[in-house]
Every structure is written in structure tokens, then in C-alpha cells.
């Protein structure tokens, strides 16, 4: 079964812009959406098994240990609306956990894992009305209203992911969530996963893994850059580094010059010297407590946080 997809994925005009706004900017930079095209998503997958990587196999740990409770507090007839939606596996749990859930919209810039997830999906729950969205997610979106009926609207947004934007990005995120739970006949919710802080060792080998998988990952956007874009990286001259930042609380990552060289891009040329860095993700760790305080900022009430028996990693349920 085919689920109709919603294409609204940024074309190669808005990545060219955007790329060489980063890289024009002090510090450099690269939107670290753009990871996702389908060799990234293919080596995101393996990232999250990795033993270093630490929040996918925890936060499935307390998903499987704790979905009854958290079906109970969404309630039946729920329409689920995720951002970065992936390969689909948590969905999956969440929707064999729910009762009578009335919708799925899935909502991810990687088209092909999308489609492919959304028709697994559309055979496996045929009562749910899956609506995927190929999109970036970073900016608003005009969503699909679901054709089932549905009492309310929660927001789904595992992964961690909301510690890939900075506090006064994840706000501005938190209250676009916010608005949309006010739609169906209820006031909705937010489920999401917040990654939180913890010695620097672990987190940095989480980042920095032995088999080098996160560094091919990172390098991917450099290949990426000069399929789509006709760059002329050299992948060989830069090297993946990931590093917790204490006063940030986030694990940065860059992509280091490995020496003298210059880069070309649809007529722009950037000079590097060895060392210089291209800033391509944020990792943002945060304690409950300041994960809390974020989400009432954008209008959110807690009403239940779950936790791995080790404190890595947290789930939390609000309500509007």
C-alpha cells in the first residue's frame, strides 16, 4: 500500500543558498538538516546502533518499559504528528501501545526512508490515516488535516532531536508544537525524548565512535554539497571532531581543514587554513529541570517524565 506523500522538501536552489550563507558567515557553518539524504539517513541508522551511541537503544528502553503509561495519558482517537520521523521504529511501538489511534502524519527531509517507512506503516496499520510530509521542519509548516475524525493532537518528537537547536530555537520550535496540539477536539500534547547531561567522557564517545561511522556521517555533507551543488571538497583534507562544550552544554561537531586549500562553490571560492573549522551540528544535553522550564516557556504544562535506571536519557509528557 502506497501512502500518499506530501512533498515540500527543500529544493537544490534553497540548499545552495543556505550552504553558501553558512559558509560566508563567522563562524562557518552548514545546516545540519542537510546531513539527511539518503546515505546519511542509511548511516544515521547505523549510528544508532552503535555501542557508543548511547540515547536511540535508551530511549527505546523506556518506551518499551513505559508505553502503557504513556498511552494512558494521550488517551484513544489520537491523531500523532512526528517531526523527524525516520525509519519509524518508535512510531511503531507507540501506535501498538495506543487505543484506537486516528492518525499518523510523519514528517521527515529524507523522501526516500519517508516513503518507504509510510507504506510499511499503511499495511501494518490500516485503520490510521498515515499522512507523510517530506519537509525541513526548522521553519512552519502548513500540515495536512487528518480525513478520520480525532479527539486531539500530540506532538511527537523522539531522538533527542530538540537538542539539535539551540534554547531560543527549540523555543521557538516549542510553541509551533504547541499551537498544533490545540487542534482536534481537546487540547493535545508534546511526547518528546530529551538527551540529558552527564560526564564528558560518555557523551563524547557517543560522537566520536570507533569504527568512524558519526565522521562518515559528518563528512557525508561535504559529498553531499558536491553532488548536488558542484562543490569540490576534498574529503580527504577534513576530518570529523566532536567535543562537549560546558558552557553551551552541547556536543558540537565540525568538520576540520586538514590543511592550505580553497573550495569552490557555483562561482564562490572559500580559502582554509589548517585547522579552520565548519560548525555542522549542536547536540544540546539538558537536566530535567531545564528541559521543563524551556517547554512552559512555550505554553506547556508537565504532567509525567519518564527515566532509564541509569539517568542518561528522559521522555517527557505535556500537556497545553
Same mark, same amino acid.
Given at each position: 500500500m502506497t501512502a500518499p506523500l506530501i512533498d515540500l522538501k527543500p529544493d537544490t536552489r534553497t540548499l545552495l543558498e543556505e550552504a553558501l550563507a553558512g559558509l560566508k558567515a563567522t563562524p562557518r557553518h552548514l545546516p545540519c538538516k542537510y546531513f539527511y539524504d539518503a546515505v546519511g539517513a542509511r548511516l544515521f541508522e547505523q549510528i544508532c546502533e552503535l555501542p557508543e551511541y548511547y540515547p536511540t537503544r535508551t530511549e527505546i528502553s523506556i518506551l518499551r518499559r513505559y508505553l502503557p503509561d504513556m498511552a494512558q495519558h494521550i488517551g484513544p482517537q489520537a491523531r500523532i504528528v512526528e517531526y523527524g520521523s525516520g525509519e519509524g521504529l518508535k512510531i511503531r511501538l507507540l501506535l501498538d501501545a495506543l487505543s484506537s489511534p486516528a492518525a499518523y502524519t510523519a514528517i521527515d527531509i529524507s523522501r526516500e526512508q519517508l516513503q518507504r517507512a509510510a507504506n510499511a506503516l499503511s499495511e501494518s496499520y490500516p485503520?490510521?490515516?498515515?499522512?507523510p510530509v517530506c519537509a525541513d521542519y526548522s521553519s512552519a509548516l502548513?500540515?495536512?488535516?487528518?480525513?478520520?475524525?480525532?479527539?486531539?493532537?500530540?506532538v511527537f518528537?523522539?531522538?533527542?532531536?530538540?537538542?539539535n537547536f539551540a534554547p531560543a530555537e527549540a523555543l521557538g520550535l516549542l510553541r509551533r508544537f504547541a499551537a498544533?496540539?490545540?487542534?482536534? /477536539?481537546?487540547p493535545g500534547g508534546? +511526547?518528546?525524548?530529551?538527551? @540529558?547531561?552527564k560526564d564528558r567522557q560518555r557523551v563524547e564517545a557517543a560522537y566520536n565512535d570507533s569504527r568512524g561511522i558519526t565522521a562518515q556521517f559528518n563528512l557525508n555533507l561535504l559529498q553531499r554539497l558536491n553532488r548536488e551543488v558542484g562543490a569540490n571538497f576534498c574529503l580527504e583534507h577534513w576530518q570529523h571532531r566532536a567535543y562537549w562544550n560546558p558552557t553551551q552544554g552541547a556536543i558540537e561537531m565540525h568538520l576540520v581543514s586538514q590543511r592550505e586549500?580553497?573550495?569552490?562553490?557555483?562561482?564562490?571560492?572559500?580559502?582554509?587554513?589548517?585547522?579552520?573549522?565548519?560548525h555542522t551540528e549542536n547536540s544540546f544535553k539538558y537536566t530535567v529541570e531545564?528541559?521543563?522550564?524551556?517547554?512552559?516557556?512555550?505554553?506547556? /504544562?508537565?504532567?509525567?517524565?519518564? +527515566?532509564?535506571?541509569?539517568? @542518561?536519557?528522559?521522555?517527557?509528557?505535556?500537556?497545553?
Open positions: 485503520a490510521v490515516d498515515i499522512q502548513s500540515l495536512p488535516r487528518p480525513t478520520h475524525n480525532f479527539r486531539r493532537t500530540v518528537f523522539p531522538g533527542s532531536t530538540i537538542g498544533l496540539a490545540q487542534q482536534g /477536539q481537546e508534546l +511526547l518528546v525524548g530529551v538527551d @540529558l547531561k586549500q580553497q573550495v569552490k562553490i557555483n562561482g564562490d571560492a572559500f580559502l582554509f587554513s589548517p585547522g579552520d573549522s565548519v531545564e528541559f521543563t522550564e524551556l517547554a512552559a516557556s512555550a505554553g506547556f /504544562q508537565p504532567e509525567a517524565c519518564w +527515566l532509564d535506571d541509569d539517568n @542518561l536519557f528522559s521522555v517527557h509528557y505535556f500537556t497545553l
